[in-house]
């Protein structure tokens, strides 16, 4: 589903945030990115999308290269990807649903968009993910006025709003106590196994990495240093990705 071939991705100054990565995911795995700050995980969800494209290499989607694709191609592309952000990203000084509603804006034309004007199964699908991540009872409520791990939850129905096929993550449990961290998990999880979502989430913390992934990717320096099931992310290997 995901492929991403001999990407490189260069900044100014002269950064290489990812250098000659190539990696495959398939649909419905649940991958853990794990890797020091600045390692590149944040710039390797981004090119997975193309909010980043990459400098040299090829990242296809379901076979499609996304380089050739026009912009109204690719936006329809990235109406099947999810994205997640580690600051929630949400409206604060709206509602739950209004933050909720704003996944269907991919599939509105610009004149409703603007309008705010959204079809009936649009406000159902809102309605029934903001259900299935439990804030029914905080549905017209100010977002502002949410906990973190309840902002998170909305953050999670409003990618499942895009009707996803993939789901891209970016430390989004870093801010988060160990509980509401695991909480916030669990609804990913969930989502992955009944939804069948490829789940692709970069994290700090190698023990819900452990817990919830069926796979590992170990970055170090902008490259791939460990690929491989949660079982076989040693001590020495852990050492060698963080030190």
């Known amino acids: 589903m995901v492929n991403l071939k001999n990407i490189s991705v260069s900044y100014q100054r002269g950064v290489n945030a990812l250098k000659d990565v190539s990696l495959s995911i398939d649909k419905g795995e ?14 390797l969800l981004r090119s997975i999308n193309y909010l980043t494209p ?8 379901d076979g499609v290269k996304l380089s050739s694709l026009s912009k109204r191609k690719l936006k329809n592309t990235r109406a099947k990807i999810g994205f997640i952000f580690q600051d929630y990203n949400l409206v604060d000084n709206s509602s739950v649903f209004n933050n909720v509603l704003l996944g269907r804006l991919a599939y509105t034309n610009t004149f409703s968009s603007l309008l705010g004007l959204f079809s009936s199964s649009d406000y159902n699908l809102a309605e029934k993910n903001i ?10 409520q100010r977002v502002d006025r949410l906990s973190g791990g309840q902002k998170q939850r909305v953050s999670i129905a409003r990618a499942l709003t895009q009707n996803p096929n993939i789901i891209l993550a970016d430390e989004p ?15 990913l999880l969930k989502f992955n196994h009944k939804r069948q979502i490829t789940v692709i989430i970069n994290l700090h913390d190698i023990r819900l990495a452990k817990k919830y992934a069926s796979r590992i990717v ?25 030190y």
């Open 218 to 242: 170990g970055l170090k320096d902008g490259k791939i240093v460990f690929d491989d099931k949660p079982t076989k992310l040693t001590d020495s290997i852990l050492n060698e990705v963080y």
């Open 30 to 43: 649940f991958v853990a990115i794990v890797g020091l700050s600045g390692s590149g995980k944040s710039t």
């Open 173 to 187: 449990v870093s801010s988060l106590d160990i509980a509401t961290a695991e909480s916030v998990m669990d609804y």
């Open 131 to 140: 259900c299935n991540v439990g804030l029914k009872d905080k549905m017209f």
């Open 54 to 61: 990459p400098t040299n290499g090829e990242v296809c989607i």
